[in-house]
């Protein structure tokens, strides 16, 4: 279900129309799309982030629990036979995940502006995918949570096409409209901007 719902998702946002971007090229659309999926992402990169890096380590954090979990979820049937530090490392992954997570929901209740701007359905999303990491390493220590772990994935993956965890497709789109944005631009960092004209295949 989720996947089919993701993949309409995905195809009826690909047929929209891009905006008609009307400034004169100065500079490499790939550049922009290059540097808006690496160094654009770095904590330096954003006002927000360079003045919150603790959240943002948290966010990481969060996501590469996420992340770590699918993986323990997509090859559960091949646990008995995989390596016991890979197990190992999964079940670290997931547990950090877990308790990101619910450190993230205790922040959205302790802090004034996140509390007011913190909607059901952010508290759902986080809820239940922290559930899920929590399930999940409990099922890499105890082969007895696995069922646990499964109800909590098919409650989560359920879920996702339809509250804030969608979001996951649309951060690539994002990330994409930024980086072209920049690169035709040339709205780059001086360490970061392209050198020299852009040819006719790089003006996208």
């Avoid at 646990?148 to 994935?153: Q, R, S, T």
Wanted: aromatic share 10%.
């Amino acid at each position: 279900f989720a996947v089919l719902a993701f993949s309409v998702r995905w195809r009826a946002t690909m047929r929209r129309t891009s905006p008609l971007d009307r400034a004169p090229l100065k500079g490499q659309a790939r550049s922009g799309v290059v540097y808006a999926f690496s160094l654009g992402m770095m904590p330096w990169a954003k006002e927000s982030t360079r003045r919150h890096l603790v959240a943002y380590l948290r966010g990481i954090g969060f996501h590469v629990g996420i992340f770590s979990g699918l993986l323990a979820l997509l090859v559960s049937p091949a646990w008995p036979r995989l390596p016991a530090p890979a197990l190992a490392a999964l079940a670290v992954a997931t547990a950090l995940g877990a308790l990101f997570g619910a450190a993230g929901e205790v922040m959205r209740w302790a802090e004034r502006n996140l509390r007011q701007l913190s909607t059901p359905d952010d508290h759902a999303s986080v809820i239940l995918v922290t559930v899920f990491l929590a399930a999940t390493c409990a099922a890499l220590i105890d082969a007895s949570w696995m069922p646990a772990m499964y109800l909590g994935g098919a409650l989560m993956l359920l879920y996702a096409p339809l509250g804030k965890i969608r979001h996951c497709i649309y951060f690539f789109l994002s990330r994409l409209f930024f980086g072209l944005f920049i690169g035709r631009r040339a709205i780059l960092h001086p360490h970061t901007a392209p050198s020299g004209p852009a040819t006719v295949s790089e003006r996208g």
